[in-house]
């Protein structure tokens, strides 16, 4: 299990958790940790540089081990965004590691490298990982087709995304979209990656903070359970196949849609009520393809540990 990841960042596995909206809290972010893993909370679940210190200072009490803070922006700064105060918090705490996404990491390296912060980006493309390299990121992280939120726009799965990053950069590469268990966790890197992010997987553990009605939902779905919307808007999303999802895929077929018609459907307001009312009709919720191959509501401590075992039982049997 061990890779250069590891020593980069200063981690047990080279296991990353994904920041999904909502879900990605310090409890469950110090649970990924603790396990060996590099947990994740994300920015975008604060609105001032003042809750994600508390936030920060919150996974630090549940955790001695690194962790990670997502910071995910537009592609163009738009007016009332928090994106450096962000950065400014994660510098004042001295942040062990930062995910940044969705617009070029340039500006941000030197800060975040002076404050003794590692830096991932999340890349959706080897044109975009490309040019977090050149800036400077110590690490890329890139996810296929298959998974769960926002996949890029240009449909490539993970078979051949991954490898083609890997070859496209000379930093180490996290791949994910389908990972779950120990023989896919070999399967990325087997294409290259020196690690791995996982989401819908963690989503259906004990430590995430949705409502039961979705864990146990996760575990009902098969590989046939989700579907990319959100193509109207250049905005594709892979989510849950629901009343709702279905709805925003009829609109975006019968019309073309603007922005203002989609948002009432797919806004994050929406999704948190749902996921705190149990509500798996209400909304869109990311969700992966992998969702066909979850079939328990386990601790994170064991996900990982299961993962690891698997992968120490299968790796020689591949030599």
């Known amino acids: 299990m061990n890779s250069a990841l590891?020593?980069?960042?200063?981690?047990?596995?080279?296991?990353?958790?994904?920041?999904?909206?909502?879900?990605?809290?310090?409890?469950?972010?110090?649970?990924?940790?603790?396990?060996?893993?590099?947990?994740?909370?994300?920015?975008?679940?604060?609105?001032?540089?003042?809750?994600?210190?508390?936030?920060?200072?919150?996974?630090?009490?549940?955790?001695?081990?690194?962790?990670c803070v997502n910071i995910s922006m537009f592609p163009e700064v738009v007016e009332g965004e928090a994106t450096w105060d962000f950065i400014e918090a994660c510098c004042q705490a001295k942040v062990p590691v930062v995910e940044l996404?969705?617009?070029?990491?340039?500006?941000?390296?030197?800060?975040?490298?002076?404050?003794?912060?590692?830096?991932?980006?999340?890349?959706?493309?080897?044109r975009f990982a490309k040019k977090a390299a050149a800036a400077g990121v110590d690490v890329v992280s890139v996810v296929g087709f298959e998974c769960g939120g926002a996949p890029g726009n240009d449909d490539v799965t993970s078979m051949v995304l991954i490898p083609s990053v890997v070859d496209a950069v000379d930093i180490p590469v996290i791949g994910g979209g389908g990972v779950c268990d120990g023989r896919s966790y070999l399967a990325m890197r087997a294409l290259g990656a020196q690690g791995v992010v996982i989401g819908t997987r963690f989503m259906a553990t004990q430590e995430c903070a949705i409502h039961p009605n979705f864990?146990?939902?996760?575990?009902?779905?098969?590989?046939?359970?989700?579907?990319?919307?959100?193509?109207?808007?250049?905005?594709?999303?892979?989510?849950?196949?629901?009343?709702?999802?279905?709805?925003?895929?009829?609109?975006?077929?019968?019309?073309?849609?603007?922005?203002?018609?989609?948002?009432?459907?797919?806004?994050?307001?929406?999704?948190?009520?749902?996921?705190?009312?149990?509500?798996?009709?209400?909304?869109v919720f990311p969700c992966g393809e992998v969702v066909g191959r979850i079939h328990d509501i386990p601790t994170v401590q064991e996900v990982i540990d299961r993962i690891v075992a698997e992968a120490d039982a299968i790796a020689p049997t591949l030599q």
Request: aromatic letters at 6%.
């Open 6 to 67: 590891c020593s980069i960042l200063n981690i047990r596995y080279p296991i990353m958790q994904g920041a999904f909206q909502w879900l990605a809290t310090p409890e469950l972010a110090a649970a990924v940790s603790n396990a060996g893993g590099l947990g994740t909370i994300s920015a975008s679940l604060y609105k001032t540089k003042e809750e994600l210190l508390d936030a920060i200072a919150q996974t630090k009490a549940l955790t001695n081990n690194p962790f």
């Open 215 to 283: 864990k146990q939902l996760l575990v009902d779905s098969d590989e046939l359970s989700t579907m990319v919307v959100q193509r109207s808007i250049h905005f594709p999303h892979r989510n849950l196949k629901n009343e709702t999802t279905l709805q925003v895929a009829e609109l975006e077929k019968d019309s073309n849609p603007s922005l203002d018609d989609i948002f009432p459907y797919v806004s994050g307001k929406r999704q948190k009520k749902c996921y705190d009312s149990g509500d798996t009709q209400g909304g």
């Open 101 to 126: 996404s969705g617009r070029d990491p340039k500006p941000f390296v030197a800060p975040l490298h002076e404050a003794g912060c590692k830096i991932i980006h999340k890349s959706t493309a080897v």
